[in-house]
């Protein structure tokens, strides 16, 4: 049984694979007819004149209206071939075959469009499914960073001013002065590790970097602890970049995984929402009384939060025009495709406002963004100007709501008070008639930058 919309997706044929069974299916059931009855292969003088539609209907449903539509042409075409080799006339008994050839191509052209409409639908769920997917994996994670922070913060660090979150956000600002030159885990990546190691009591590991062909790249390996010899082929290492979680000696056991002097006691994927692994951490010391269930799903939440890191430090570094396109081009197409409406907000900063008053503005909008939300500021002589917001899967209507909830907010910022007249807010519906280019002109002696961190 089916656990995953995405296992119900319809997996369609090779395109060569499509065009030889409609040919096969439209043609054999005319060979069927003439082992029947030779004199009459399409059996169309014994009342039986449905044999010809089954080849445009069964076509049509499996693989949509254009395949539907071509096999009842051909279905046509054989009727009129069949009446010139029996007859002698491509068009023979016209009142009786006409009738026949106008019901074969509506046959076909009805079966076809009703499956693309089923597997447009399809589509569209599942697209929407993966969003939701995604906003529920991001709140899940927070939700657990938040329960292990104040477990914490009630056992162990009661006389402690600072929980784990605020490490992880002192860590997120660290990356967020990064420049376009610097690659976070080579300038960051021995941080990272002491992070982890210090926050999950970690007595050695090693961070071994991901390319993008998510190969594991050895000779950038990152130690803590000191060095060990370690097999880059382990069984629990492949089994991680495999499954995409985190393996420890219990679960490698429980699957099979052959850990015979192993050296590792886990392996942690630095992993964010979208399944992209950027390094896994290896594990080889730590202490007995930590080796639980509880302190290992601690790491899991801990790899997955500095993997979410690191794809936003690789978005603000990749910040360019095209990414920010890509990303828009992405809902314009799932709203050409699928009919999946998003919204495109602007909000407009008038000169009359202040660098600093534009900044805390911008941070509040970026401060109420869903996980799937994305934002960039467009700047002009070091000004910000402008502030782009991406609400995807997100009506029309729900822009009167959030409007006013920002209009609020800002109302409600020390030192703005009625400075709000000088913001002003209007908004675009992505639904696939303009472009990512169109939705996002480019203007001359601007730069664009990421706001969503």
């Not at 990064?178 to 961070?207: D, K, Y």
């Not at 990414?323 to 799932?334: F, G, K, L, P, T």
Request: hydrophobic share 45%.
């Amino acid at each position: 049984m089916a656990t995953h919309i995405d296992e119900l997706q319809p997996a369609l044929a090779p395109r060569w694979l499509r065009l030889l069974e409609a040919l096969v299916i439209t043609l054999a059931l005319p060979m069927i007819g003439w082992l029947i009855n030779p004199d009459d292969p399409l059996l169309l003088g014994s009342g039986l004149t449905w044999l010809l539609a089954i080849a445009p209907l069964l076509v049509g449903m499996r693989y949509g209206f254009a395949m539907g539509f071509s096999s009842a042409l051909l279905s046509v075409a054989v009727m009129g071939l069949e009446g010139w080799w029996y007859h002698g006339s491509l068009i023979n008994d016209r009142a009786q075959r006409l009738p026949i050839a106008i019901a074969l191509i509506l046959v076909g052209m009805v079966a076809g469009e009703m499956a693309d409409v089923w597997r447009r639908r399809l589509q569209q769920m599942a697209v929407i499914h993966r969003a939701q997917s995604t906003r529920l994996e991001e709140f899940v994670r927070h939700y657990q960073l938040l329960r292990v922070s104040h477990d914490q913060l009630a056992e162990r660090l009661a006389a402690n001013p600072f929980t784990l979150r605020d490490a992880l956000n002192a860590l997120e600002e660290k990356f967020q002065s990064l420049v376009t030159s610097q690659e976070p885990l080579t300038h960051h990546g021995n941080e990272l590790l002491n992070f982890l190691a210090l926050h999950a009591r970690i007595q050695q590991a090693a961070l071994l970097p991901v390319d993008h062909l998510q190969r594991l790249t050895p000779q950038s390996a990152i130690w803590f602890g000191g060095e060990t010899p370690l097999d880059w082929n382990d069984p629990m290492l492949r089994a991680c970049l495999e499954q995409r979680r985190m393996i420890c000696l219990r679960s490698a056991m429980e699957q099979g995984i052959n850990i015979d002097n192993a050296p590792l006691l886990a392996v942690v994927p630095l992993i964010d929402v979208e399944e992209r692994i950027y390094a896994v951490v290896a594990v080889t010391a730590m202490p007995f009384i930590d080796f639980h269930r509880g302190h290992l799903h601690l790491l899991a939440v801990l790899g997955a939060q500095l993997g979410d890191m690191l794809h936003h430090a690789q978005h603000t570094l990749q910040g360019s025009s095209y990414d920010r396109h890509a990303v828009v081009a992405q809902w314009v197409r799932h709203a050409r495709e699928y009919q999946l409406t998003s919204l495109l907000v602007t909000i407009d900063f008038s000169s009359q406002l202040s660098n600093a008053q534009v900044q805390s503005l911008i941070d509040t909008v970026v401060n109420q963004q869903r996980g799937l939300d994305r934002s960039w500021v467009v700047t002009q002589e070091g000004r910000p100007q402008r502030l782009y917001v991406l609400l995807p899967l997100t009506q029309q209507r729900a822009f009167a709501i959030y409007a006013e909830r920002l209009q609020e907010i800002f109302a409600s910022e020390p030192g703005l008070g009625e400075d709000c007249q000088y913001i002003t807010i209007t908004y675009q519906v992505i639904d696939g008639r303009l472009s990512a280019r169109k939705l996002l002109p480019r203007h001359a002696n601007q730069e664009v930058s990421y706001a969503h961190l």
